[in-house]
């Protein structure tokens, strides 16, 4: 099967160019990262990130064939129609939106400073209790959705709110990890983290096009995670 | 928190409801502008004149006049904020952007005052 690459060492090349390659799948359904696996054996210059190779650590995000998704869990298959069977070119390119590195591997810093902001560890100012806080079955299930989130950053660079204002609007990977506290029956700094969501961009340059919610890898919901926020935000203001 | 001076309330929940509370005006105005249209048949000047002039018509034009103009400004202020930025135009983009929203404004404060004009002008 034809692989085409986005390839790009900012040491040598003056620009990013795709590079062709071919690749003897045997016509199994391999998984992009096995793909990768057998051209990083033909190139060995080529560069990309993994892992755990099964879905967990999030390291291999990329856009494949224009769809944003992780390598190790993306069948050939489920690229698109004739990928697999070699009528199509699999097509690999850097997670968009975000500096690249080298080749696929892309500088996640402006997606990490965005986690960062929004505080995302647990916020309680009273006494802690002899052996842990306890939550009932019922406020637990409220945290179901939010907090697999692998940090991939597949939602975030699939959002063309973050690619023009990456420093300004949170993304749906932060704003995600934002309601995973604030649905916390644990946590009791709602308001502060409410006060600092208010202004035009953080929050509200969501304009709810779901194409998060149409690549997130472990079937998560950004977009209603966002809505919840801002009926939160509503019912504070109004 | 991200500080904006130029957007309309300052504010991202402020903005957000006017934009949707707005639109429902607009909506309600076409519907009703639409039906009118559809039952009042063969329109002429006088009935036209007449619609237009009464009270309820003046106010009802008036608070789309305002819908239109804030629904406007948080939409193309969306525009200008995410397009005429430092990807696009580098160290120009802040007076770009400033530039461009002044334009809107003006044109939108135009719009407001030779409407109101238009409404109550002969009233």
Known sequence: MKVSVYRYNPETDREPSMKEYEVETNGKDLMVLEVLNLLKEQDPSLAFRRSCREGVCGSDGMNINGKNGLACITPLSEVAPGVKEGKKPLVLRP???LPV??????????????????????QNESPAPAIERLQTPEDRAKLDGLYECIL????????????????KFLGPAALLQSYRFLADSRDDAT????????????????????????VCPKGLNPTRAIGHIRSMLLE??? | MVTSVTSLGRNGLYDWLIQRVSAVVIALYVIGMVGF?????????????????STPMRIAN??????????????????????????????????VRLVVQMAIALLLLVYILWGLLMIWGGA
């Open chain 1, 191 to 214: 308001e502060q983290r409410l006060s600092r969501l208010d202004d035009p961009f953080s929050l509200f340059r969501c304009h709810g096009i779901m194409n998060c919610v149409s």
């Open chain 1, 101 to 122: 590195v080298r080749d696929l591997v892309v500088d996640m810093g402006v997606f990490y400073q965005q986690y960062e902001k929004v505080q995302p560890y647990l």
């Open chain 1, 236 to 238: 504070r203001g109004v």
């Open chain 1, 95 to 97: 997670l968009p939106g």
């Open chain 1, 152 to 167: 991939c950053a597949c939602c975030s660079t699939s959002c063309p709110s973050f690619w023009w204002n990456p420093d």
């Open chain 2, 62 to 95: 008036t608070l789309m006049l305002f819908s239109v103009a804030a629904h406007t400004w948080i939409g193309l202020w969306s525009v200008t904020t995410d397009y005429l930025t430092g990807m696009t135009f580098g160290k120009a983009a802040t007076g």
């Open chain 2, 37 to 53: 249209l559809v039952c009042s048949g063969d329109l002429d000047y006088g009935t036209w004149s007449a619609f237009m002039g």
